[in-house]
């Protein structure tokens, strides 16, 4: 029992209730977005469109993605986290109701496009607000637990999808909406604002003692933090490799659909088991050591599939790139939050987030090329990437962690506000 409860404080120990909350709202969220999980499946076979046609809605919706990234962390960062939160599950629950109830194609792809922006905007906001309400020392479990949730939510949704797409699509879309209704009343009901801005100096009025406000320009000039994005694109593109190339891998050894399902069914099970035994593991090293070690494991799991022909092989590269996943998610949330300067955390997190759709195309895109010239070598090409990535973090790592020291020291200097409120925080 001793034993259970030093593992439940290592794992989930010493988080504010705010967390929690935020913690509960992302979990619905993700358990309930499964509708366009299905959407070109329902433009075949309800809609009547293409497949060509089908793939363009669907891009368009993954356009949306991207955009929606940004918007979002640009008004997490004026607005406040609870406001961009609230809006932006609203205004998907409105969207969602009105695409279970449209017919016409093109209608269906601009809500399609719509529904991809709003559906992205949340993902600085949440982030931004855990960064703001845990405290650093804490930061890495609940980073843990957030990538926990996420994956086990998006489990639960791939379930529900397909019992209700074979019920009803018009049910599928309604479900969804009312999921994400509820997360909007978890969150207006429990999540207060958490943005803090500077306070005006003592006796200056705020509009002449503020500076100008930096913006998004900020972090893409920022060349530690993008020298960081830059790896953990290199770990994206090794990720997507999974839904990609890996199939067609497969496929080409002989192994068929089912194979595969079982080589991604085997990853989500170790996440939902093992991920909330990570920060045990972790904690005790730095964040370069371990970021250096899951992408060399992942380096490694995808190297192996140059040997692979059997379903066995893929099982066991798939446990160890899996592990690599699940040990790089807590640090590299992390690191994110403790490079964003606080006044931009949300605008940070947007362009930290556009490297999983810009790895989405870049990895099949060419992945593709590259399996066709080279075959089972495309595997080596990848496991030498991932390899050349953790070495950039064990590089990377001193020089980040003295930027991150210097920032902290600056904004200790800086007395705070929450919006809304006129009192410093001291």
Do not use: C
């Amino acid at each position: 029992m001793h034993a259970l409860r030093r593992w439940w404080h290592d794992t989930a120990g010493g988080l504010p209730a705010t967390f929690w909350y935020l913690w509960a709202g992302l979990l619905i969220n993700r358990a309930g977005a499964f509708a366009m999980l299905f959407l070109s499946l329902y433009l075949t076979d309800v809609r009547g469109a293409s497949v060509g046609l089908a793939g363009t809605v669907v891009g368009a919706y993954g356009a949306g993605g991207a955009a929606g990234v940004l918007l979002g962390g640009v008004l997490a960062d004026r607005w406040g986290r609870r406001a961009t939160l609230l809006a932006a599950h609203l205004v998907t629950a409105g969207l969602m109701v009105a695409l279970a109830f449209s017919r016409p194609l093109l209608l269906i792809a601009v809500l399609s496009a719509l529904i991809g922006v709003v559906h992205s905007m949340p993902s600085p906001a949440f982030v931004a607000a855990i960064v703001d309400v845990v405290p650093a020392e804490r930061r890495s479990r609940a980073f843990n637990l957030q990538f926990w949730a996420f994956n086990l939510g998006m489990a639960v949704a791939s379930l529900l999808a397909g019992v209700l797409a074979e019920a009803s699509f018009t049910a599928l879309f309604l479900v969804d909406a009312g999921a994400t209704l509820t997360a909007a009343a978890v969150i207006g009901w429990k999540v207060p604002e958490t943005l803090r801005v500077a306070a005006p100096a003592v006796g200056q009025p705020a509009a002449r003692s503020a500076p100008r406000r930096p913006g998004l320009h900020t972090a893409l000039t920022d060349r530690t933090f993008l020298v960081f994005v830059g790896l953990t694109f290199v770990l994206a593109v090794l990720t997507m490799q999974t839904s990609t190339i890996m199939p067609l891998a497969m496929s080409a050894d002989g192994l068929g659909p089912s194979a595969y399902g079982s080589v991604v069914a085997l990853g989500g099970a170790l996440i939902v088991v093992g991920q909330l035994f990570v920060p045990r593991l972790i904690d005790r090293h730095r964040k370069d050591v371990v970021l250096a070690a899951s992408t060399a494991l992942l380096a490694l799991g995808f190297g192996v599939l140059a040997v692979a022909d059997e379903l066995a092989i893929y099982l066991g590269a798939a446990a160890v790139w899996t592990v690599g996943s699940m040990l790089a998610a807590p640090p590299n949330a992390q690191i994110n939050a403790d490079l964003a300067p606080p006044q931009l955390r949300a605008r940070y997190q947007s362009v930290f987030y556009l490297t999983f759709p810009a790895a989405a195309f870049v990895a099949p895109t060419l992945g593709g090329v590259s399996l066709q010239h080279l075959g089972d070598r495309h595997w080596l090409i990848v496991g030498g990437l991932g390899m050349v990535a953790a070495i950039g973090h064990l590089l990377a790592g001193p020089p980040r962690e003295r930027h991150v020291a210097a920032l902290r020291r600056a904004d200790e200097r800086k007395p705070t506000t929450h919006v809304g409120d006129r009192a410093p925080i001291a």
